[in-house]
């Protein structure tokens, strides 16, 4: 048996008897470039602390990686499926190791960032790749379940994310989160080769590289205004980025509508089953990032678990994402996508409702339900979504097909921590504001406490260090009557300390529920907007899909 598998799939007469080895070793790239992000959620605060990070700092090494991430993906998906896909992601996943070696040992808030962004851009080779890969290798009447498997890794890898980290921050530093990836990448990259068969387009003119670099300008201006607006003000970066981004896209889609061979047919838009997917997997993505930005803060500091206790319960989310995967493989079938895209979206919007009712005294228990609820919502609705997006593009474009339901999510995910993060932010300043009105504290302290809740509770430390202080020095006073001043300070400032803990605690909680019920709306309102996008299971059977080849025949024809 040769060590390396060099037969393109292309060639074989019959399906590869080793598909689902295959699978595995996609699903563990996949899972990989997921916990890149989730991981460094519970990471964060260690590193702030290490680095000296500003909170300007940490936003940017956090979204260096989704920049570059969601930028290239669409023309780095065309280029793997002209000359290899195999090689795309083999590639992608040396450069993300590359990145990963130089976050471990990065020193400062530029290192760490520019390793981030070089993961980045692994990640922009490795997620197209593992779809059109995985879209390759199977047939089509096994695609369904390979595509639900897929999505079920995803999900598991937003929860295990924090698990792996937390458990290595018990020993490690916050670097060791870095290096964590090297052995995984390599392991993935060797059964890339041995078990991955090589792929690519049977036929591929020559890649639309000015519609590619359009598509790079005018998605990572989107995303680079989705970072910067709501979390640093509408300045003159926002703006500019937000007229490049307006600029490219009508560029872009004005280019891609008169090139004979575009990139991407933004034709295809038109297609009601597409179109609906893409924005319900951007939808529910902009839901799940923006709750789990605010649910592991809502763990680690109100709740007060640490990194691996924060990681630990976010498990229940995995467990309900393969349980809805199981059940959408066998409803779908039967009551067709539309209906269990609607149902999962439904139960998406459930699970933020639920958590409005999250108070200053809410427990972990009040938060294992809309876990459950939003892992079940996850598994049910987003592979249909992606297996569609993928079934609309002929075989020579599965690369491009995978870009285009990755940057679909990517933008969604962006847009619901931008959003969602502003909304959260604006809220618990407001609601701290009220909580802590005539407590006569010094307005830098307020100021201070507004910027996020863990420096909430940071001031809140500090108020009660200096009642500890001032009660030493009472101790140690000889004098009677200044110890009992002394003391008198202490027990106030004691006072203040535990009200400013017991405010911070409550406005978060506030705000949490707050946020909560706008992103319920927003993806209530959305799922409406898909109900009424997707066609129903008769005009869908009404309209026999074409063979990928003489579909790619009529188009270019067309054109």
């Known amino acids: 048996m040769r060590l390396v598998m060099n037969e393109p799939v292309e060639r074989m007469d019959r399906p590869y008897s080793r598909r689902w080895w295959a699978l595995l070793v996609l699903c563990l790239s996949l899972l990989i470039i997921v916990m890149a992000n989730t991981a460094l959620t519970v990471a964060a605060p260690d590193m702030t602390e290490e680095l000296g990070?500003?909170?300007?700092?940490?936003?940017?090494?956090?979204?260096?990686?989704?920049?570059?991430?969601?930028?290239?993906?669409?023309?780095?998906?065309?280029?793997?499926?002209?000359?290899?896909?195999?090689?795309?992601?083999?590639?992608?996943?040396?450069?993300?190791?590359?990145?990963?070696?130089?976050?471990?040992?990065?020193?400062?808030?530029t290192a760490v960032i520019a390793a981030r962004a070089v993961m980045g851009v692994g990640a922009a080779l490795i997620m197209p790749a593992t779809l059109s890969l995985l879209a390759a290798t199977f047939p089509r009447q096994e695609r369904a379940k390979a595509i639900t498997l897929w999505t079920a890794t995803a999900g598991l890898a937003i929860a295990a994310g924090p698990v792996v980290a937390g458990a290595l921050l018990r020993d490690h530093g916050w670097s060791s989160t870095f290096l964590i990836n090297v052995p995984v990448a390599a392991v993935a990259t060797v059964g890339a080769l041995?078990?991955?068969?090589?792929?690519?387009?049977?036929?591929?003119?020559?890649?639309?590289y000015v519609g590619g670099l359009l598509s790079v300008v005018w998605v990572g201006s989107l995303v680079y205004m989705i970072i910067e607006g709501p979390h640093f003000g509408w300045g003159v970066k926002a703006v500019s980025a937000a007229v490049v981004a307006g600029a490219g896209l009508v560029a872009f889609v004005l280019w891609e509508l008169r090139h004979p061979r575009p990139v991407l047919d933004v034709r295809r838009f038109?297609?009601?089953?597409?179109?609906?997917?893409?924005?319900?997997?951007?939808?529910?993505?902009?839901a799940v990032f923006g709750a789990f930005y605010y649910l592991t803060q809502h763990?680690?500091?109100?709740?007060?678990?640490?990194?691996?206790?924060?990681?630990?319960?976010?498990?229940?989310?995995?467990?309900?994402?393969?349980?809805?995967?199981?059940?959408?493989?066998?409803?779908?079938?039967?009551?067709?996508m539309k209906w269990t895209v609607t149902a999962g979206m439904v139960g998406g919007t459930t699970a933020l409702a639920l958590l409005t009712r999250v108070d200053a005294g809410s427990s972990y228990g009040d938060f294992v339900a809309p876990l459950v609820v939003l892992g079940l919502a996850i598994g049910l609705a987003l592979s249909p979504c992606t297996d569609a997006i993928m079934g609309a593009f002929p075989e020579s474009e599965l690369g491009v097909g995978g870009a285009v339901n990755d940057t679909s999510l990517e933008l969604g995910g962006s847009l619901g921590i931008a959003?969602?993060?502003?909304?959260?932010?604006?809220?618990?300043?407001?609601?701290?504001?009220?909580?802590?009105e005539g407590s006569r504290l010094p307005a830098g302290a307020l100021t201070a406490a507004?910027?996020?809740?863990?420096?909430?509770?940071?001031?809140?430390?500090?108020?009660?260090?200096?009642?500890?202080?001032?009660?030493?020095?009472?101790?140690?006073?000889?004098?009677?009557?200044?110890?009992?001043?002394?003391?008198?300070?202490?027990?106030?400032?004691?006072?203040?300390?535990?009200q400013m803990a017991e405010a911070v605690g409550s406005s978060f909680s506030d705000a949490v529920a707050h946020t909560s019920l706008v992103g319920a709306v927003i993806l209530g309102v959305g799922?409406?907007?898909?109900?009424?996008?997707?066609?129903?299971?008769?005009s869908t059977a009404s309209e026999p899909e074409q063979p990928a080849?003489?579909?790619?025949l009529v188009d270019s024809g067309a054109r």
Do not use: C
């Open 299 to 336: 763990l680690q500091f109100v709740l007060g678990y640490d990194a691996l206790g924060t990681g630990l319960r976010m498990l229940p989310l995995a467990g309900a994402v393969f349980a809805g995967s199981a059940l959408t493989g066998w409803l779908t079938p039967r009551v067709g």
């Open 53 to 109: 990070l500003s909170s300007a700092d940490l936003q940017w090494v956090i979204d260096g990686y989704t920049v570059p991430y969601a930028a290239l993906m669409l023309l780095l998906g065309a280029i793997g499926d002209k000359y290899s896909r195999r090689g795309a992601l083999v590639l992608g996943l040396l450069v993300f190791a590359g990145g990963a070696v130089s976050g471990y040992f990065a020193d400062s808030a």
């Open 419 to 436: 959003i969602l993060g502003s909304l959260l932010s604006t809220s618990y300043g407001d609601h701290l504001s009220d909580a802590t």
């Open 549 to 552: 080849e003489e579909k790619e």
């Open 527 to 538: 799922t409406l907007l898909v109900a009424l996008l997707l066609p129903g299971r008769r």
């Open 270 to 286: 038109a297609d009601r089953r597409f179109a609906g997917s893409n924005l319900a997997v951007a939808l529910f993505f902009l």
């Open 450 to 498: 507004q910027d996020s809740v863990g420096a909430g509770y940071a001031v809140a430390q500090g108020i009660g260090d200096k009642a500890r202080q001032l009660a030493a020095q009472a101790a140690q006073s000889a004098d009677p009557q200044q110890a009992a001043k002394l003391n008198e300070q202490a027990g106030r400032l004691s006072t203040g300390a535990r």
């Open 194 to 208: 041995v078990l991955v068969p090589p792929s690519r387009a049977g036929h591929h003119d020559r890649i639309d």
